[in-house]
């Protein structure tokens, strides 16, 4: 099949079977979906096959890439909502929780919002555009990106949830390479262990500041220097700094001790 996309009563359509699928209601996909009135064509040389899409982010993403490298950004932006949302309605069973009559995910998952709030939590959109945004051609290396493109395509994680909600955050290549220098795992190829801990769980921090009174060290509560903690830190030294204007070592480097269990020996800045 060739690349489609949805028109805005495809897309309509399309949502409402996701919220009939929400509902409990277990109706097979309708194919014709696809190729019907409610969709136009976009490229008759960029060919879609079910079964291509990996299930690994990261690999979706790479995947997604070199598929829509053909396309002009002006007709990708033109017709952003139709083509990403078409995406996902072909590879849906590729993208919806794998576990037998689960329902899907919530529509946003799945439809296309040009609006920052629901962009970065679309399934296929955003880790494509995080990977053309620091793939291999763009000069900050795909690496950076594997903390945020880590697991399966088929959920949005907890890095994503938690830091892309900050645009701010994602577009600025120092701060991306300063969370890759904190949290991913070179070795395990994996974020390191705890960095999604929330620092709110107050019952757990009230017992381990109770066991403090009879040590000597201070053990780590809950979520310190974890990536909730980054992004509460990011936005109160975000007044002070043009985190677009410094390095990694130096976001490194203004980070509050309680960084110190992820922070490793400061790396020189790229040249």
Known sequence: MTLRAFTEEGVRRFEDYILELRKGTQIPFPDEMLEGPFTIPISASIKVARGELPDDKYEAAQYLHTLLKPLSPAKMKEHSRGIWTWLAAFYFDSIRPAKAKAPPSAPYHYIYEQGWARRYRHLLAFPHELYSLYGVDQGSGPENVRLFLNGSVRVLGGVIEQLASRQEVVTSRP??????????????????????????DRSKRRKIKRQTRTRKSKPRLPGAGGIVRFVKVFWQLHLTYDFYSLDAVQILELLPPEFDHYRKPLIAPAR
Do not use: H
């Open 175 to 200: 701060v991306v390479q300063a969370l890759t220098e904190l949290y991913w795992d070179a070795d395990r190829k994996a974020p390191k262990i705890g960095i999604t801990t929330d620092d709110r």
